[in-house]
């Protein structure tokens, strides 16, 4: 699952909308929303992130937060790591080997620890 794909669903459920519904609402098929929902298709083109953003009808903060997750969403990255130091080479290999390895609370704390050290929380 991806975090775009976990708030999604999340937002649907509190609010008790069906699959098929949603999809309907957003010329989408129900297969596709639900392979959005659990990380089986890639981040959502623009156009379908701000028709999620208008259907949920949320502002400022959350709906930059939506946008946010679902530009972090793409279940299969490619890291680039030419120019870097081989430290970051090292990292980028070893994360893409052993990442199904960590716990969901190990992975939350890398992503806190990245973050921190990049400066930034987005």
Request: net charge positive.
């Amino acid at each position: 699952m991806t975090p775009f794909g976990a708030r999604l669903r999340a937002m649907r459920q509190a609010r008790g909308l069906t699959l098929s519904d949603m999809a309907r609402h957003l010329g989408v098929t129900p297969a596709y929303l639900s392979a959005l929902e659990h990380g089986k298709r890639g981040r959502p083109p623009w156009h379908l992130t701000q028709s999620i953003i208008a259907y949920f009808n949320v502002i400022w903060d959350e709906a930059e937060e939506l946008a946010r997750l679902a530009e972090l969403s793409h279940p299969r990255v490619t890291v680039d790591t030419a120019g870097l130091s081989p430290e970051a080479t090292e990292l980028a290999n070893r994360l893409a080997r052993d990442i199904a390895k960590l716990s969901r609370d190990d992975a939350a704390d890398l992503v806190q620890r990245v973050k921190r050290l990049a400066g930034g929380g987005k």
